[in-house]
């Protein structure tokens, strides 16, 4: 029947809104990891989009982003499917860590085998029970380990749809990143599903502006496939001002260890040999300033006072 939808062994109609769980993972004292998915459909059919956040479980402010869609109705289509699932690392996300409960990078796991670790399990069933489904994803993250994103959406730059896609989100800068291997992202595209990547805040924080980025975000997305008429929330100020294509980037590590301090903000563009920061001990005795090598765009800043040699502290992009 062309009106039929089933997800996770449940029918859903035409106009329906529903919550399941999938829960094909269990702790070892054998309580199980329920993942909450709200599947809206409209009343007509159409494309079948998903929005997920909480791959890592310490990256919060995607799970607000989609939470907050729900909250608002916006996530309810008048044509076509809408899948939410805010939260897929829910032990992570009970632990404030980034890892999957068998200690594992839920986002290196991917398309993962059904008799592979608990993640890669976990992966499995994900791809098989829920993607075929989805034509569209907007997945959610943050940066980690206190380093901030400035909003931005990532591609590999390859397909000429999902740029579109990245201008139509509307964020600040669209960044040609590669998909790494088991990655979400990898896995969905070599399914010939279009996939932005958005990355926005850090770990374990709330951030009003870039919550607000990926909400608008998901509305653009939405009305331009034709989901839902949101002509009334269409930002003016994203049409006046098209995202920063970033094609190249590189990151600027600590030459030593120290009290770090930065001399600029995040998402700004910076001239080549401006004083970026600097790096001192915390005697009074030694402060090493750097520059910039070449003129760039701020992608993601460093928050920790406190780093050590190697440690990244800003990522710059370049057009």
Same mark, same amino acid.
Request: proline fraction near 4%.
């Given at each position: ?15 329906? =809104? ?28 159409? /494309? ?11 990256? =919060? ?10 909250? $608002? ?12 699932? &805010? ?13 999957? &409960? ?8 991917? /398309? ?15 791809? @098989? ?22 909003s931005q959406v990532r591609i590999d730059g390859t397909d000429d749809e999902t740029l579109e896609l990245a201008k139509i989100f509307g964020s600040p800068f669209i960044v040609y990143s590669k998909n !790494? ?6 896995? @969905?595209?070599?399914?010939? !599903? ?16 870039? =919550? ?9 997305? @939405? ?9 009334? !929330? ?8 098209? &995202?920063?294509?970033?094609?190249? $980037? ?8 120290? @009290? ?8 700004? !563009? ?24 070449q003129e760039g765009y701020i992608l993601n800043a460093n928050h920790s006072p406190v780093v050590n040699q190697g440690d990244a502290l800003l990522h710059i992009g370049f057009e």
């Amino acid at each position: 029947m062309p009106n039929e939808f089933k997800i996770l062994n449940q029918k859903i109609s035409l106009g329906q =809104t529903i919550q399941l769980k999938m829960d094909i993972a269990q702790l070892s004292i054998g309580t199980k990891i329920e993942v909450p998915i709200i599947v809206s459909r409209g009343k007509k059919e159409g /494309p079948c989009l998903l929005l997920i956040g909480g791959i890592h479980g310490d990256e =919060t402010n995607g799970v607000e982003i989609v939470r907050q869609l729900i909250a $608002s109705e916006l996530h309810r289509p008048d044509c076509g499917t809408v899948i939410c699932i &805010p939260l897929l690392n829910v032990f992570g996300f009970l632990n404030q860590t980034r890892e999957f &409960p068998d200690g594992r990078d839920l986002n290196r796991a991917f /398309p993962g085998s059904i008799k592979g670790s608990l993640a890669s399990r976990f992966a499995y069933h994900l791809m @098989m029970k829920v993607i075929p489904k989805v034509n569209y994803c907007i997945d959610y993250h943050t940066g980690g380990a206190q380093r901030f994103n400035y909003s931005q959406v990532r591609i590999d730059g390859t397909d000429d749809e999902t740029l579109e896609l990245a201008k139509i989100f509307g964020s600040p800068f669209i960044v040609y990143s590669k998909n !790494k291997e088991k990655t979400f992202r990898k896995s @969905m595209v070599d399914l010939g !599903k279009k996939v932005l990547l958005f990355e926005g805040g850090k770990s374990l924080n709330l951030d009003k502006i870039v =919550t607000k980025v990926g909400i608008q975000g998901a509305i653009n997305v @939405m009305h331009h496939l034709g989901m839902r008429d949101f002509s009334s !929330k269409i930002s003016k100020h994203s049409k006046e001002n098209p &995202p920063i294509l970033i094609k190249s $980037s590189k990151w600027i590590r600590a030459k030593q260890s120290g @009290m770090y301090r930065s001399y600029i903000n995040v998402g700004q !563009k910076v001239e080549k040999g401006i004083k970026l920061g600097s790096i001192s001990d915390p005697f009074g005795t030694n402060e090493t300033i750097f520059k910039n090598p070449q003129e760039g765009y701020i992608l993601n800043a460093n928050h920790s006072p406190v780093v050590n040699q190697g440690d990244a502290l800003l990522h710059i992009g370049f057009e």
